[in-house]
């Protein structure tokens, strides 16, 4: 199953008007794309002998915070 592809799909038809240019459906796809290879890049570590328990939970609720950080900037405009 192609499960980012899927996601994008989702992102595609909620956010992306649809009169968007093929360039800009185009660079929006590879900035989705780039943006899960960087959160699996952060995530691939936890569960391995590379981080502790604790320090894998700390990297998702750093995540999770940061996430949250973003969206807020977005609906109030700062992002």
Known sequence: MNR????????????????ASETQVRETRLAFYAG????????????????????????????AQELKQFADSVSNGTA
Not at 13 to 19: G, L
Not at 36 to 63: H, N, Y
């Open 4 to 19: 980012i592809a899927s996601q994008f799909e989702s992102y595609q038809e909620k956010v992306i008007p649809r009169e």
């Open 36 to 63: 899960a290879s960087a959160m699996f890049a952060i995530l691939e570590v936890i569960g391995t002998d590379r981080v502790s328990e604790s320090e894998s939970e700390q990297i998702l609720m750093d995540a």
